[in-house]
T-cell receptor
Framework: KNEVEQSPQNLTAQEGEFITINCSYS?????LHWLQQHPGGGIVSLFM???GKKKHGRLIATINIQEKHSSLHITASHPRDSAVYIC?????????????FGKGTHLIIQP | DAGITQSPRHKVTETGTPVTLRCHQT?????MYWYRQDPGHGLRLIHY???????DKGEVSDGYSVSRSKTEDFLLTLESATSSQTSVYFC????????????FGQGTRLTVV
């Protein structure tokens, strides 16, 4: 079973700061997801990665398959970025049997 | 949201009563999942389905059963609800090549009193 670790667990920053959230996993994967969950809200997939780097607006996600590590970066952070960010992986050859999730990073951006 | 609807969105029930949560999808996806989300644990897989009448257990399946008689509906049943099943329940689907894309429903907040 894959062990997915996220750091930090909690992060408070000022508006405009550059944010980095890290995720490491223990077993080879076919895909890694970064998810966003606002308080009381649903879960939205921000990125799905199997290699390299993806960018969407102010969000950047990278993955290093050899090191079993991924990072989510937020540039020019804004209070609306305040949310829980969750890393989730699908194991290689895992077929239909779901995702394994990290416990999430609770991000607060103060104005 | 890939057309995923969960119902009900909120429910309070008494210990020992049966409860059924429904996940409905509109796009004929094959793979569907039920997860529960609890503080300190993150999301954990309860059951999943890989087709009509094809289901399997996940990490935390004790006390839960599922059914999928139609492609579009995946039902989660708590036969006799307990306080430990108070949680937020999310339905999800996986799509795309290698089933790598994931979409989630809005969640059902269940409180067992």
């Amino acid at each position: 079973k894959n062990e997915v670790e996220q750091s930090p667990q909690n992060l408070t920053a000022q508006e405009g700061e550059f944010i980095t959230i890290n995720c490491s996993y223990s077993v080879g994967i076919s895909a890694l997801h970064w998810l966003q969950q606002h308080p009381g809200g649903g879960i939205v997939s921000l990125f799905m990665l199997s290699s390299g780097k993806k960018k969407h607006g102010r969000l950047i996600a990278t993955i290093n398959i050899q090191e079993k590590h991924s990072s989510l970066h937020i540039t020019a952070s804004h209070p609306r970025d305040s949310a829980v960010y969750i890393c989730a992986v699908r194991e290689s050859g895992g077929g239909a049997d779901g995702l394994t999730f990290g416990k999430g990073t609770h991000l607060i951006i103060q104005p | 949201d890939a057309g995923i609807t969960q119902s009900p969105r909120h429910k309070v029930t008494e210990t020992g009563t049966p409860v059924t949560l429904r996940c409905h999808q509109t796009e004929n996806h094959r793979y569907m999942y039920w997860y529960r989300q609890d503080p300190g644990h993150g999301l954990r897989l309860i059951h999943y389905s890989y087709g009509v009448k094809d289901t399997d257990k996940g990490e935390v399946s004790d006390g839960y059963s599922v059914s999928r008689s139609k492609t579009e509906d995946f039902l989660l049943t708590l036969e006799s609800a307990t306080s430990s099943q108070t949680s937020v329940y999310f339905c999800a689907i996986s799509v795309g090549q290698g089933n790598t894309e994931a979409f989630f429903g809005q969640g059902t907040r269940l409180t067992v009193v």
